[in-house]
């Protein structure tokens, strides 16, 4: 026991290990329990090493993008970064996808990727690419390993790197003879680091949060606008506290979802593109607008330019670059969600001061009025399956408590604003970037973490296409992911699209000779249910569910006419929106 | 507006391509850029001239913090600074160019550093302002090769961008 407790020691100099054992000690040593992966001849040694211990526990998907995908959810789910292992060229670049969609939603993430021996670099050896230069504009940092004993201090300055600050993946290439098995170094792995060049703000600036308090006291039409920021920070707690306090209507960014919880009436919806009606009309017509780990991208403006005219607008943000980026912010906060929060209530409680009550009221009122405009009805008493019932349907049989994994297209806009997310961590999708590909491969991730949870890919027949063969991976790691799989015979955002720009002509966006996904679930030993009337659903569901360990493929056959609603119009300012085919704002 | 935006950054490999990266990538133009070690053998200073509105150079300046290996970052055009360019110029001169090259040489306080029998090369250090002002001053004279090292500068008084 004793002799145990020494060799984990981590202060421990006298520890002589390869380069190869050193990487995998190093994840150890951080917590990692998963690493997503597929081995190569780059990175043989490492897998070496890998297999020699059973601290770190590898899961071998099928493309190398899965690996990437699984590991970004793992981290939206848990606020801790996700773990991917790959060889050198082929390896390196399928991840590059995976990268990119969890930089561009500032997700933490560590990519070991191999490389060809030191002394081939630069000479087109097999297998080589020069994964710095790829991985360069799509991460937040990049690293090489040039000497094997830098190898713990590299790894520890990847975490440090990913998961503060503004989070985001890091890659750290690891030439082959980094890890020769038969050279052994000293290891230690480091508690902290600092780095001079990296000091990322924490706390707000004291003046800039009371400015703010006194501006948000002064609201007569105040709304809290609430982006991913708030799921990374943790914050939900304290903005949560923060709208109930002054009674604060709070929209949702589509990464935002489950900052505030859904089912709480001061709750107006997702705003932007597919908002609903109110949350659009309540920024529009806002005179103070508290933006909290939101970026104001152009999915939720719209034209900058006509972009919520009478607003003064406080902007909480760990990025400074982000702040005043595409619409200009009146009362900039850099630093940490939460601390600025948790300074902004303290303020709060001890002025026991409270916004003006009369013109509250009178603003709620006229909230509410939109509210029952609403925008997002859906014809309930068509005869073919309306997705947005399916999603309601799947939201009532998980009690609104479900992991939600989406993929990329109208789906995901129904899921977005159809499944209500009370809870933060809970909505996985790929929204900066828009992978499609991303929601099997994210189910996975979150279900092999958390096996007790219910986890949907809600997904459509040309997304799940994009990473299909991850149904192996699924039955050999037993992940009962119940995918709820939208099909209507069409890549339908895309046929929206050319619904509403294009005349109907459908260039490229009608898939034929889509495969039995019911028998193909079942050639991967999983079960398919297939569904096509809306009586099937209930029953299809309650089968699914029931089915706890299992991956249920549920194939939905939808109304392939069905369009997301509302809809701003573009180059208009927010509050301008088609409310269904025939209706606009 | 014409920036000159100095930068502390650390002397590791891959940094400069970084940060060059991410003018390409945002679409930020570099007039010039000069870089080399300091004192200081663990840090490079560069001095970049850029021009943009100032929601442009708001930008340039943020994303340029961060970037890992950035550990400062100033716009000095915004105070006093001073600011040189070192051009060397190869021109034509045969013998009835040969005075008037050197005169022009002298008004602008240029050295000749290199003579044949039919080219003088020409040393000159000023502001970027200078050295275009030069090269039309040459008027007729051949130009043959001209290399500029692009601006350096630094903040006048006692104002410094150190660690």
Not at chain 1, 50 to 70: C, D, I, P, S, Y
Not at chain 1, 421 to 440: A, D, V
Not at chain 2, 21 to 32: E, M, T
Not at chain 2, 70 to 84: G, L
Request: proline share 5%; with cysteine.
């Amino acid at each position: 026991m004793t002799s145990q407790t020494k060799s984990t020691d981590l202060t421990n100099p006298t520890e002589m290990l390869s380069g190869a054992a050193m990487v995998i000690r190093a994840l150890a040593d951080e917590g990692v329990e998963y690493l997503y992966g597929y081995p190569g001849g780059a990175v043989l040694h490492i897998y070496d090493a890998l297999f020699q211990q059973n601290k770190v526990k590898h899961v071998l998907v099928r493309h190398e993008q899965a690996a990437t995908h699984m590991a970004d959810a793992y981290a939206r789910a848990s606020g801790k970064a996700g773990v991917v292992l790959v060889t050198s060229g082929p390896g390196a670049t399928n991840a590059v996808t995976g990268i990119a969609t969890a930089y561009m939603d500032s997700i933490p993430m560590v990519v070991l990727t191999g490389q060809v021996m030191s002394h081939l670099i630069g000479g087109d050896a097999f297998q080589e690419t020069d994964m710095l230069g790829i991985s360069r504009p799509i991460c937040k940092h990049n690293m090489s390993v040039r000497r094997p004993e830098d190898i713990p201090y590299l790894i520890k300055k990847a975490f440090h790197i990913a998961q503060t600050g503004r989070p985001g993946p890091v890659v750290l290439d690891i030439p082959k003879d980094m890890t020769m098995p038969n050279q052994a170094y000293a290891y230690h792995y480091p508690k902290d680091i600092s780095l001079r060049s990296y000091q990322p703000k924490q706390q707000g600036h004291a003046g800039q949060i009371k400015k703010a308090v006194s501006a948000l006291l002064t609201a007569k039409k105040p709304i809290l606008y609430a982006g991913g920021g708030v799921i990374m920070g943790g914050a939900s707690t304290e903005l949560t506290e923060l709208a109930q306090l002054l009674n604060l209507p709070v929209t949702n960014t589509l990464m935002g979802l489950g900052a505030y919880p859904a089912g709480d009436k001061q709750f107006i919806g997702m705003l932007g593109m597919h908002g609903s009606y109110e949350a659009n009309q309540t920024m529009h017509h806002a005179d103070v607008i508290i933006a909290v780990g939101a970026r104001f991208d152009d999915r939720v403006t719209n034209n900058t330019k006509k972009f919520c005219p009478d607003a003064t607008i406080i902007h909480i943000d760990i990025d400074p670059a982000s702040i005043s980026k595409t619409v200009n912010a009146h009362i900039p906060i850099v630093g940490l969600v939460q601390p600025v929060l948790r300074d902004m209530l303290a303020i709060l409680k001890q002025k026991k001061k409270k916004l003006d009550s009369a013109a509250l009221a009178q603003w709620w009122q006229q909230i509410e009025q939109w509210r029952t405009v609403h925008g997002g009805r859906y014809d309930t008493t068509a005869p073919l399956l309306k997705p947005q019932y399916v999603i309601e349907q799947v939201s009532k049989i998980t009690n609104g408590e479900a992991y939600v994994c989406s993929d990329v297209g109208q789906h995901q806009m129904f899921a977005a604003q159809y499944y209500p997310f009370n809870k933060p961590n809970r909505w996985i999708n790929s929204g900066g970037l828009g992978t499609m590909g991303f929601g099997l491969p994210a189910a996975m991730g979150v279900k092999l973490n958390y096996p007790d949870a219910d986890v949907v890919c809600v997904t459509g027949e040309g997304s799940i296409q994009m990473n299909i063969q991850e149904l192996s991976t699924c039955k050999q790691y037993g992940l009962g992911v119940k995918i709820i799989n939208l099909n209507n015979g069409y890549l339908g955002m895309v046929k929206q699209w050319q619904d509403m720009n294009y005349e109907s002509r459908y260039a490229s966006s009608y898939m034929d000779s889509l495969p039995d996904f019911v028998k193909l679930a079942e050639a991967y030993g999983h079960v398919g249910i297939r569904v096509t009337t809306p009586e099937e659903l209930q029953p299809a569901l309650e089968r699914a569910f029931a089915l706890k360990d299992q991956l249920v493929f549920l194939d939905i056959h939808i109304d392939p006419k069905e369009h997301v609603y509302p809809m701003q119009v573009p180059g208009g300012a927010m509050n301008d929106m088609f409310l269904s085919k025939t209706e606009r704002t | 507006m014409r920036h000159i935006i100095s930068v502390l950054l650390e002397n590791e490999s891959g940094a400069l391509a970084r940060l060059v990266g991410l003018f390409a990538q945002r679409g930020y133009n570099i007039d010039s850029l000069n870089v080399a070690p300091t004192d200081d053998p663990t840090l490079s200073r560069l001095t970049l001239v850029t021009h943009g509105n100032d929601q442009v150079i708001e930008q340039i300046s943020k994303q340029l913090h961060k970037l890992i290996e950035v550990v400062k970052v100033s716009d000095i055009s915004e105070a006093a600074h001073i600011e040189r360019e070192l051009m060397l110029v190869k021109v034509k001169a045969s013998a009835s160019q040969r005075e008037e090259v050197k005169r022009c040489a002298d008004i602008f306080r240029g050295q000749i550093i290199d003579v044949t029998p039919v080219t003088y090369t020409i040393q000159l250090v000023g502001t970027s302002d200078k050295l275009d002002a030069f090269i039309q001053a040459l008027g007729a004279t051949p130009i043959l090769e001209v290399v500029r090292s692009g601006a350096s500068g630094i903040a006048r008084g006692e104002k410094t961008l150190t660690l």
